[in-house]
């Protein structure tokens, strides 16, 4: 019976090994259309968002306010993802993480302004709303960041003082 499981561990290994190898293969390719597609949508954001306005106006909620918001939701957006491809470029993969990040939060703004103005049924705060969201994208990323990292330090901590302590040393 353990020959067998044993078998089957070197087995769920050799296919984990060879899943990541394809992974860090297939990564500059998903990156190159990551790129793209950012800097194809969100000028499409953009031109969405004004043609709304000319043509729907006011009376359909796409005031001028939310072009603008969408300009700066698209800046933020390119700029964080041109940063994260600089980084990775130069070889610097942490920072690349943290850059890629930061752009990710500023991908789902659009679903997070859907998700609090519908979950809360705050529609009639909606431009408030959409600006926040904006603002709060890089800082709040920034955040989830800073805690990872806190969390991540904090149980290496915790395990070198278990070690130590197992090895008979004072911590």
């Not at 984990?16 to 990551?34: D, I, M, N, Y």
């Not at 603002?135 to 990292?149: G, I, K, N, R, S």
């Amino acid at each position: 019976m353990g020959w067998r499981l044993r078998v089957r561990c070197s087995w769920a290994f050799a296919v984990f090994r060879s899943a990541a190898a394809a992974v860090r293969q297939a990564a500059p390719r998903s990156g190159c259309f990551c790129v793209a597609g950012v800097l194809v949508g969100a000028p499409l954001g953009i031109y969405i968002q004004r043609f709304n306005e000319i043509h729907q106006g006011a009376s359909a909620g796409a005031t001028r306010s939310f072009t603008i918001a969408a300009v700066f939701q698209a800046a933020i957006w390119i700029f964080c993802t041109l940063m994260a491809m600089a980084f990775i470029l130069k070889g610097k993969v942490q920072l690349h993480r943290q850059w890629m990040t930061r752009s990710f939060a500023c991908a789902i703004i659009f679903l997070e302004v859907r998700a609090i103005a519908g979950i809360f049924n705050w529609g009639q705060f909606i431009e408030a709303i959409v600006w926040s969201c904006v603002a709060d994208a890089v800082p709040l990323a920034d955040l989830v960041l800073y805690l990872e990292e806190f969390l991540r330090s904090r149980a290496a901590t915790a395990k070198a003082g278990r070690s130590a302590v197992l090895a008979g040393r004072p911590a």
